[in-house]
C-alpha cells in the first residue's frame, strides 16, 4: 500500500492540481483519491465515493485525471474539540479500499494520523498561511511551488527538495524520478 499525503499552505493554492497531476504521472499505483476536508459540501455521509469524472469537484477531477476510486471524506469532531475524528474515518476508509490499495490524501492534519511513505506540501509564496500547514510542516518531505518553469532545489544533506513546477498537473520528470525513488518500496515501480 503506498500512501501520499498531498497538503498545502493556503486555500486554492493548488493541492488538488497536484494531487491530479501525481495520479496522472503514476499510472501504475491505480490511485485512490480522498479529499479530506471540514466542510460537508452538502453530503451527509462522513466518507462519500464520487463515480463521475469530470471537472465540477475536486473528486470528480481526481477521477478525471485517472484515479480508479475517489472519496470526500468529512471526519467527526471529538465532542465539542475541533480535532477531527481521523482513526474512525480511516477505519471506515480501509474497510471499504481492501488490503493493497494505493491512497492519495490531500489534506495537512492527516499526515499527523498516520505515516505515509511520502508527504508533499504546496507552498503558494504567502507569509500567511493556514493553522494546519503547520501541523503538516514537520510530516513534509518535499516543498512545492508553482513557478514559471521547472526545477529543483536542494540544499544541504538533510534538506528537503523543493519542487517548481511551471503546471501543478503536469509533474517533471526530475520530480517523477524522485518520486519513483521515494516510493521504490512498492512493486509497482519500475526500474527504468
Not at 65 to 81: C, E, I, K, M, V
Not at 164 to 172: D, E, P, T, V, Y
Request: hydrophobic share 45%; net charge negative; charged share 15%.
Amino acid at each position: 500500500m503506498a500512501i501520499i499525503v498531498v497538503g498545502g499552505s493556503n486555500r486554492g493554492v493548488g493541492k488538488t492540481a497536484l494531487v491530479c497531476g501525481l495520479i496522472t504521472a503514476l499510472p501504475e499505483f491505480a490511485w485512490t483519491a480522498v479529499k479530506i476536508t471540514s466542510h460537508n459540501h452538502g453530503v451527509t455521509q462522513p466518507l462519500w465515493e464520487e463515480t463521475t469524472p469530470g471537472q465540477g469537484t475536486d473528486t470528480a477531477r481526481y477521477l478525471a485525471a485517472g484515479a480508479q476510486r475517489a472519496f470526500l471524506a468529512t471526519p467527526a469532531l471529538h465532542d465539542d474539540s475541533p480535532v477531527p475524528d481521523f482513526p474512525q474515518l480511516l477505519a471506515e476508509l480501509w474497510s471499504k479500499l481492501g488490503p493493497g490499495a494505493h491512497v492519495l490524501f490531500e489534506s495537512n492534519r492527516i499526515a499527523q494520523s498516520l505515516k505515509p511513505d511520502l508527504c508533499l506540501l504546496v507552498h503558494g509564496g504567502l507569509a500567511w498561511h493556514k493553522a494546519s500547514f503547520s501541523i503538516a510542516l514537520p510530516h513534509g518531505d518535499a516543498m512545492v511551488a508553482l513557478s514559471d518553469a521547472d526545477g529543483m532545489i536542494v540544499g544541504g544533506e538533510q534538506s528537503k527538495p523543493i519542487f517548481h513546477l511551471a503546471s501543478l498537473g503536469r509533474i517533471s520528470p526530475q520530480m517523477q524520478a524522485w518520486l519513483r525513488r521515494g516510493l521504490g518500496g512498492h512493486p509497482e515501480v519500475q526500474n527504468p
